[in-house]
Every structure is written in C-alpha cells, then in structure tokens.
C-alpha cells in the first residue's frame, strides 16, 4: 500500500477559497484571458481621449483594489508602487491628483509585464486580506470587506467591455484591418420580422429589486419606487442593420428634419452618413462592409445594428414613424423575459464579440432584450426619487455623471452575463458611437 506523502498531506489539508474568494480570482482571470490575442504594443494603443490603453485598463483594476480595500484592511499596508496612486486614479477626487484622461496612451512605463506583476501581487495580497476578514469575528468588518469586493468586481466587469470596444477602435485605424479573435461564422438564418408588443398602462415599481435582480446592484439603479407607465407597444425585436441600410437609401443622414437640432450640428460638423466603422463596399452599390473583432466583414442585414449614437438611433425612429422606449417601458417590457441567476443572451462569454442575428420566432415575447447591443432609450440618466450616493469614496462611481448623458439598457455582445439584469441603466452622451449601442422602436397607443 503506498503512503500518503507530507506534500500531498499539506495539499489536501489547504482549505478551499470561500465564495467571495473564488469569484474574485475568476472575474481576475478573465480580464487576463482578454488580452491574451494582444501584443505589448497593441496594449499600449490609446486611440482617442474617451478610450484607454488596455495596459491601463489593467493597472487601474488594480489600482481599485489596492486603494479601497487593501489600504482599508491590509495591516501595515504598502503600496506596491506610490506612483501608481496618481497614474492609475481615473476619476476619484477624493483619492487625490490623477493623471490625464488623454494622455494615458504616453504611459509607456510601468512596462506591460510590470503591470502583470502589480496585479498578481495584488491579487495575492487581497485573498490573504479576504481569508483573514472571513476568518475573524468581526462580522461588520465581513459585511463591508464584502461589499467592496463585490463593487471592485462589478466595477471590473465594466473595464472588461470597455477594453474590448477601446481596442477595437484602436484596431479600426491601421489599414491592414487586423482582427482581435477569429472571425465569427455567421450562419444562414431566415429573417425574423418585427412585432409589436402592447403593454398596457398603469403603475409599476421600477428599479433594483432584489428578489429578481440578484444581490448587487449599482447606487443608480435604486431606490426601488413606482412609475406610471402610459400604455405603449414595443418591437420584438431590435432594428437591424438591413433596416439601417433602408434609412440610409431613403437619405436619411440627409434629411435635417429627422434629426434633433444638436444631432443634425453633429452630422454636419463631423460629415456623418454611416453608422460607426461602417464603409462602402466597393463596387457594389447599396453594400457595406464595417470594421469588427473578427476583422473587415460584409454587413449582415439580419444581424442588430450597433455603434450607432443617441442621435442616430433617434432620426431611425422617427423616419420608422416609431421613437425610442423610456428606460421605464424598456424595464417593464425586460421583466418578462429576465432569467435568475442572469439573463440569457450573446455575452461575452460566447466570444462573439459581435452582435448575431435573431435565430428563433420571439412568440409574442421581446427577443435579444440582453446581449447583442445596448439599447438606447429616451430617458435622460437623471437620478431616481430618493436617490442618495453611497457613502465614502466610492459615492463618486455613479451621481457625479448624471448630466447630458441617455440611458441604455440591456448589455451588449461584450458585456459579461454575471454582470447584467433588467435594473441596469448604462449611460453615455449622445454622441457616442465606439460602443456597442443599438436600438428597439417602441409606439405610442390610444389613450
């Protein structure tokens, strides 16, 4: 009979990671896994002052944590590198000095590989920090380490779409058209027509809800409080880049009188006429081809059109004789088809990075309400009745950015399916394209 080594003794006597400890070395990894298809160099790439280094996107994460829970509950706390407080702060006044949006790009050093090893350390550091926390008796101390563990890697989720749609926009300016992933085989599907979904009108709670929306949600997404929703219908589906191509045949980016008047100064200004990372497909008239992580591709016009801004997807709707749902409509319509623990659709863990086409008949129900594209709504992201920030530093993730910007709803293609639900509000300025934005029409009905 062999014996049992004191190697194998010490293996299996390790105890296994708590839950919070596991979900944070998983969300970890998968930042990582994303950019193994890129380079140093590529990773270095700041295209535009809305977008950042995919290095950067990768310090700052660790930035996050090293600064709100390791100063917090790190005995004898010290910083890997002080320089990196400044550096790697993206907006946290209260932190301190930052260094400049548009400027991350000139950040050549720490090296790529020096920003692996802050975060290893780190990461290390933090599941020390969370095994201690969990093993003590301080049951506060639990609950708030918890909470801020939950909210860094939420917070980290947002930075893994963010480094996919800044990398392809970096991608999109080199002529050779290079692609982050293999090419996406787009199968042959028969085209699913639109039907209109009546809701009738009355009262609703809206907002966060715990029952059904899981246990985190963002500041912005409460208080729960009740809305009253005029009756209205919904398209079953999102508008596709087929439809696209008929507002574009019919001169829509030339016609001002679909437009909002600060959406036709930005047509005008910026010599708008396709929709983001769009072009024409030479020699063939009336076709297109746009920019992807798989590549240069030919447009589907059965697949969800995205990049589109808050003042395309609004001239759409007029011109389709339709509008843009409010965020309250679009909540109400989502609660019929949101799934606990998470929503289905194309996410990113499908690793198609691009929206697909709708595969089935929706049967009087909303299809691709999650996944594929965010969905643009009327609603300006103001905050709800009651509304409070969340206390401490961490009060500036969300209040501080409620001007000037819409709401969108629903996840994209990039978005990571654990990090959805039907109380998410996104917001951007309406003249945002490089995500992966889309629309669905809603009508009014009788009163």
């Not at 819409?406 to 490089?434: E, K, M």
Request: charge should be negative.
């Amino acid at each position: 009979m062999l014996k049992e080594s004191s190697h194998s003794r010490a293996a299996s006597a390790q105890p296994l990671p708590s839950a919070l400890a596991a979900r944070f070395s998983a969300v970890r990894q998968q930042t990582e896994a994303l950019i193994k298809p890129l380079s140093p160099e590529d990773c270095q790439l700041q295209s535009m002052p809305d977008a950042s280094p995919a290095k950067w996107h990768l310090a700052h994460l660790t930035w996050f944590f090293e600064t709100f829970i390791l100063e917090r509950f790190e005995p004898g706390f010290t910083p890997f590198d002080a320089s990196f407080r400044v550096l790697f702060n993206s907006y946290y006044n209260g932190v301190g000095d930052k260094y400049p949006r548009p400027k991350r790009g000139l950040i050549s050093r720490p090296s790529l590989d020096e920003v692996l090893a802050y975060r290893a350390q780190v990461n290390l550091r933090m599941l020390e920090v969370i095994a201690r926390v969990e093993s003590g008796s301080d049951a506060a101390q639990q609950r708030e380490l918890a909470e801020l563990v939950t909210l860094g890697l939420h917070h980290e989720q947002q930075h893994q779409e963010l480094l996919l749609t800044d990398i392809k926009h970096a991608l999109s300016f080199n002529p050779a058209r290079p692609a982050y992933a293999s090419r996406w085989p787009l199968a042959g599907i028969h085209p699913q027509p639109v039907n209109w979904l009546r809701h009738e009108a009355g009262l609703v709670e809206h907002g966060f809800d715990a029952a059904r929306d899981g246990e985190f949600a963002f500041d912005n997404e409460t208080p729960r409080h009740k809305v009253y929703v005029a009756a209205f219908e919904l398209a079953s589906r999102p508008v596709t880049n087929g439809e696209i191509m008929a507002f574009i045949a019919d001169k829509g980016y030339q016609r001002p009188e679909l437009w909002l008047s600060m959406g036709w100064d930005w047509v005008v200004e910026n010599k708008v006429g396709l929709p983001f990372y769009w072009q024409g497909n030479e020699g063939h008239e009336g076709r297109y081809q746009h920019f992807t992580l798989q590549g240069l591709i030919d447009v589907d016009p059965h697949t969800p059109a995205c990049h589109l801004s808050y003042f395309e997807a609004d001239a759409f709707a007029r011109w389709a004789g339709a509008r843009l749902p409010t965020e309250f409509e679009w909540e109400l319509a989502a609660r019929s088809v949101a799934a606990s623990p998470a929503p289905q659709g194309n996410f990113v863990e499908k690793a198609a990075y691009h929206p697909l086409p709708q595969q089935e008949s929706s049967q009087g129900m909303p299809a691709q309400m999650f996944g594929d594209v965010w969905e643009w709504t009327q609603s300006n992201y103001n905050p709800y009745p009651g509304y409070k920030p969340w206390e401490g530093l961490v009060g500036e993730y969300n209040g501080k950015f409620m001007c000037n910007q819409f709401v969108l709803r629903g996840g994209s293609c990039a978005t990571p399916q654990s990090h959805i639900r039907a109380s998410y509000r996104n917001f951007f300025p309406p003249d945002a394209r490089w995500q992966f934005s889309g629309l669905r029409l809603a009508r009014d009905l009788p009163r």
